[in-house]
Nanobody, 124 residues
Framework: QVQLVESGGGLVQAGGSLRLSCAASGRTFSTDAMGWFRQAPGKEREIVAAISWNGGNTYYSDSVKGRFTISRDNAKNTVYLQMDSLQPEDTAVYYC?????????????????WGQGTQVTVSS
């Protein structure tokens, strides 16, 4: 059974940083693309960043480009999201997702497994 477990969320002041982690188990992680999504209250789930199976290709939404960095360690079956210069509008529940393809997608419906989410709250 595929499992994804996020950690690293919390409360931070504007301008601060957080690093999210997503530990994967249950199938060969190194051949799967991964994505980070977020959902704020009353809003749809949106993509934040995505990474191909070997980290060779990455994607960032315009709202986080230059502030967030996605990376992965296939030896540890873990994907990370380094979030710098956080702003109140980054407040949301952040989810990692797994796609059983080597290439990522920006469409959440293209992902096969989801974590339970971790809350990120940025105070002004």
């Amino acid at each position: 059974q595929v499992q994804l477990v996020e950690s690293g969320g919390g409360l931070v002041q504007a301008g601060g940083s957080l690093r999210l982690s997503c530990a994967a188990s249950g199938r060969t992680f190194s051949t799967d693309a991964m994505g980070w999504f977020r959902q704020a209250p009353g809003k749809e789930r949106e993509i934040v960043a995505a990474i191909s199976w070997n980290g060779g290709n990455t994607y960032y939404s315009d709202s986080v480009k230059g502030r967030f960095t996605i990376s992965r360690d296939n030896a540890k079956n873990t994907v990370y999201l380094q979030m710098d210069s956080l702003q109140p509008e980054d407040t949301a529940v952040y989810y990692c997702a797994r796609r059983s393809r080597v290439s990522y997608s920006t469409d959440p419906s293209r992902y096969d497994s989801w974590g339970q989410g971790t809350q990120v709250t940025v105070s002004s």
